[in-house]
């Protein structure tokens, strides 16, 4: 189900490691599925399960201390392959947001068409949040997408972040791009009957 976005506030998972790739948020063996279901149990699968299925309890995901809507990543997140089955791990997971210094592209409009926010920040600003969190797991953040800020709020810092506008607009009102066009129909229909005509 699509949810509107607009204020998200919220406790934080840390995942403070660089270079995170998709074959790390989901590996290559669970590409199969053609439906999105069931893939947030699956994310980070070899970061949070041994081999016999039991999980691994120093991965933060299996820590119950760190919880939310919010996954705080280190830089350079989601390189690597195109596979949109990322996002859908992400989004399947729970998290509505995912803050980094530096998004993949590709991953980034990933997590954008499955109603996940990829918010950008400064470095400075994501290492004092991964030390906030670090002090106190009870640590949250508000993520505004109307006036596009993050605020850390143990301190108070804020920062702007920059949106496509027309993701923005989805987002705010969980249209996906099928969605977009079918609101539009008559307009675009308006559109091309005028063209015709000339």
């Known amino acids: 189900m699509k949810n509107k976005f607009n204020i998200i506030k919220s406790t934080c ?29 699956n994310l980070f699968r070899d970061w949070r399960y041994n081999a016999d299925g039991s ?12 919880q939310g809507q919010i996954l705080v990543a280190g830089k350079n997140f989601g390189c690597g392959s195109s596979r949109e089955h990322a996002a859908w791990a992400i989004a399947g997971y729970g998290f509505r ?7 993949a592209d590709i991953h980034k409009n990933n997590e954008l068409n499955n109603f996940v926010l990829p918010v950008q920040v400064s470095e400075g600003f994501l290492a004092r949040l991964f030390e906030s969190i670090a002090a106190d797991a009870a640590t949250e953040v508000t993520v505004d997408l109307p006036n596009q800020t993050v605020t850390n709020e143990a301190t108070g810092e804020q920062e702007k972040f ?16 099928i969605d977009y066009l079918l609101m539009n129909k008559d ?6 009957k005028k063209a015709s005509a000339k």
Not at 13 to 41: C, H, S, W
Not at 55 to 66: A, C
Not at 97 to 103: Q, T
């Open 162 to 177: 920059e949106i496509n506008g027309y993701k923005k607009y989805c987002l705010e009102n969980a249209l996906d791009d």
């Open 97 to 103: 947001v995912v803050i980094s210094s530096f998004f």
């Open 187 to 192: 307009k675009i229909e308006a559109y091309e």
């Open 13 to 41: 998972v840390p995942l403070p490691l660089e270079n995170v790739d998709t074959d790390q948020i989901i590996p290559a063996r669970f590409l199969k599925a053609t439906t999105k279901e069931g893939f947030g149990d």
């Open 55 to 66: 999980k691994k309890q120093d991965f933060v995901l299996n820590n119950p201390k760190y």
